[in-house]
């Protein structure tokens, strides 16, 4: 019998999970906490998919064009046919499963406008869509629980990939309560443990998603891809050293952003862009807040113009946020927002079907580089950790249903593994990584250029000489490892971001401010041989050759 580990019990993890259990394959979830505290459960505003229930006539090729047109044509287009062109049936089956949906008079599932998108194609539950997603997910997936098909291993972070001849064999898992290292052998490994959250700090997303898997992996040898994109949320707010998100549904339900000049507002988006105004890409919306924070001018999201009994029935989590973090009632004054890190749209260099360079070891999810290009529409997040988790399922089964396998049902999880460290004591780990925190942020902000990133790289690499060969005593065992690897990737993203000489989606040069078709390719980034490699390598299967 086959035994696939899956590192993340996020929207990715379950998808990936629940697929395989319906092809009888057991999964064991790795995860430090219960499905409940998955960064997916944060995801407010809702999921794509052209169910055309809106009357606009919406199809599956538009929502294609356009969530490839967003990531400025960085994106490998079959993928994105794929991910779009499944959206319905995926939307579809949850709903199916139960999940709580805002409906239409008729019954149907309604959708709301979101950013970068012609039709009403994002279906919601309120402001709180990925807890509804999340808890169906949960759900379906204890009914494989109970047939023993799937199996959390709860309090457990990764440590480490095992792998044979270029094979994976099993994980290093870290038991958190007792320090102490387990191996766990495995026939495939699916990696779902989400973005670079604890790399930058203040982001959005959960403090869980600390990078750390992906730094591991990538100081193994894994390569990286589009690093360097790095998507910040155009409406969030500072909070007790976090951003919070107001939800781009906000906007989508009438929302207006605006600044105050010669004692007025100014509805800068909807001057500058008549079409969409405050519904244009991320990207764009955040590069023009950008350009007013610069003059120390702070915009403003306005709620007032939404009825409120819209406000009240669609957007409560965001009432209830404003009121509970932020002491002001939306429904009778603005919300000050700045751009915030919120997504990364680069990650573990993966195909169309979610392999890795490494046989039997895949991604999905943030923690893959798939689907998004330069840029991410608000509402395909969730959708693609749906249908990548799924894809990553299927082509682990594909691949191990010609071997063989030893493992017997009743086998042992785990089995006790020696984790040696040969550093001395010294370092403080917080500390440092709050060091790395500010680096990162002041050099890969909205705005980059060569001085500030090759300053940031200088910084980062100073920080790695002198965290090297040193321990830090209070702290774990995978935090110790995975701090010298988490260095290492940032600095792999530092060299990315100088690589692309260009400005394109969330990746802005103002040393470069144009886009060029010569950089229409994915940015590569691999350690080898003790160094950091960065190329250039074309889009799979671009029709242009790039």
């Known amino acids: 019998m086959d035994r696939v580990v899956i590192i993340g019990s996020g929207a990715a993890g379950l998808s990936a999970a629940i697929r395989l259990a319906e092809e009888n394959v057991p999964s064991f979830i790795v995860e430090e906490m219960p499905p409940w505290r998955a960064q997916s459960n944060m995801a407010e505003g809702g999921i794509n998919a052209a169910l055309d229930t809106m009357g606009q006539h919406d199809e599956p090729v538009l929502h294609e064009e356009e969530t490839y047109k967003a990531g400025r044509f960085l994106a490998c287009r079959e993928a994105v046919r794929r ?35 012609t039709k009403k194609r994002t279906a919601f539950a309120s402001a709180s869509t990925g807890k509804q997603l999340m808890y169906t997910l949960a759900t379906r997936a ?34 958190l309560q007792k320090n102490r290292v387990s191996y766990i052998p495995a026939s495939a490994v699916i990696i779902a443990s989400g973005g670079l959250n604890g790399l930058f ?51 989508g339900e009438g929302g207006r952003l605006y600044v105050e000049q010669d004692g007025k507002k100014f509805y800068f988006m909807e001057v500058k862009y008549p079409a969409l105004g405050n519904l244009m890409p991320r990207d764009v919306i955040a590069r023009e807040e950008w350009q007013w924070i610069k003059q120390g001018i702070q915009p403003y999201l306005d709620m007032r113009d939404i009825p409120s009994e819209v406000s009240v029935h669609k957007l409560a989590g965001v009432l209830e946020a404003c009121h509970d973090f932020l002491a002001l009632d939306p429904l009778k004054e603005p919300i000050p927002v700045s751009p915030g890190i919120h997504y990364f749209m680069g990650g573990l260099y993966v195909d169309v079907n979610h392999r890795t360079p490494i046989a039997n070891l895949y991604a999905a999810g943030e923690a893959a580089c798939q689907y998004h290009g330069a840029n991410r529409l608000g509402g395909n997040s969730l959708l693609g950790a749906m249908y990548g988790g799924r894809t990553a399922a ?25 984790w ?6 010294g370092l403080h780990i917080p500390a440092a990584r709050k060091a790395l925190n500010r680096i990162l942020q002041k050099s890969l902000g909205i705005e980059r250029d060569e001085k500030g990133l090759l ?25 110790n490892d995975a701090f010298p690897k ?57 029709p242009d050759g790039h």
Do not use: C
Request: charged share 25%; hydrophobic share 35%; aromatic share 6%.
């Open 420 to 425: 040696t460290k040969d550093k001395k004591e």
């Open 455 to 479: 300053l940031g790289l200088s910084e980062v690499q100073e920080l790695r000489a002198a965290a090297g060969g040193l321990y830090d005593e209070s702290a774990a065992i995978d935090e």
């Open 394 to 418: 299927d082509s682990a089964m594909e691949d191990l249903s010609g071997q063989t396998s030893s493992f017997r049902p009743d086998e042992e999880i785990m089995t006790p593994a020696y």
């Open 201 to 251: 700090g203040n982001a959005t997303g959960s403090v869980l998603n600390t990078g750390n898997v992906t730094a591991s992996l990538f100081a193994d040898g894994l390569p990286a891809a589009n690093m360097e994109m790095i998507q910040y949320h155009p409406t969030t707010t500072r909070l007790h050293g976090k951003n919070m998100l107001i939800t781009e549904a906000v906007r």
């Open 83 to 117: 991910l779009t062109h499944s959206a319905p049936q995926i939307v579809n089956t949850l709903f199916a499963w139960g999940m709580s949906l805002n409906l239409n008079e008729d019954g149907t599932i309604q959708q709301r406008p979101f950013g970068g998108q």
């Open 486 to 542: 988490s260095l290492l990737l940032a600095e792999a993203i530092l060299k990315s971001a100088l690589n692309r000489k260009e400005s394109r989606g969330a990746h802005t040069r103002s040393d470069y401010p144009d886009e060029q078709e010569s950089y229409r390719k994915t940015t590569v980034a691999v350690y080898k041989n003790g160094g950091i490699h960065i190329s250039l390598a074309a889009i799979e299967g671009d």
């Open 142 to 175: 204890r009914f494989f629980e109970a047939r023993r098909m799937i199996r959390h291993i709860t309090g457990f972070r990764f440590l480490k990939l095992m792998t044979e001849n270029g094979q994976t064999k099993g994980v290093l898992v870290n038991e």
